[in-house]
């Protein structure tokens, strides 16, 4: 099994910044596609960021140039830097990551993080 634990979520005032951070853990051979998505009340879960194995980067055009998305392959693990922030970025922040579980296995696996609260005050 693989477990995703995420960190770095809270309160910010607009124009500030947070960092979120999720580490994956368990029966990982490699994983491909780290990435983070947001989920509003009301609203459905939409795609923030995402990075690929070769570390290509997709963004929303809503957090284009304000939100900065990485990984550290050797802690399995992605950040999600969020600068300028605007109160219509306040979600839940989920993590999503494509993994391979075995050499033998070709099939790619999909997890979520339990999602962190982000908040962002005017």
């Known amino acids: 099994q693989v477990q995703l634990v995420e960190s770095g979520g809270g309160l910010a005032q607009a124009g500030g910044s947070l960092r979120l951070s999720c580490a994956a853990s368990?029966?990982?051979?490699?994983?491909?596609?780290m990435g983070w998505y947001r989920q509003a009340p009301g609203k459905q879960r939409e795609l923030v960021a995402r990075?690929?194995?070769?570390?290509?980067?997709n963004y929303a055009d809503s957090v284009k140039g304000r939100f900065t998305i990485s990984r550290d392959n050797a802690k399995n693990t992605v950040y999600l830097q969020m600068n300028s922030l605007k109160p219509e970025d306040t979600a839940v922040y989920y993590c999503?990551?494509?993994?391979?579980?075995?050499?033998?296995?070709?099939?790619?696996?999909?997890?979520w993080g339990q999602g962190t609260q982000v908040t962002v005050s005017s």
């Open positions: 999503n990551t494509i993994i391979r579980r075995a050499s033998h296995d070709y099939n790619d696996y999909t997890y």
């Open positions: 368990g029966s990982i051979f490699s994983i491909n596609v």
């Open positions: 990075i690929s194995s070769g570390s290509t980067t």
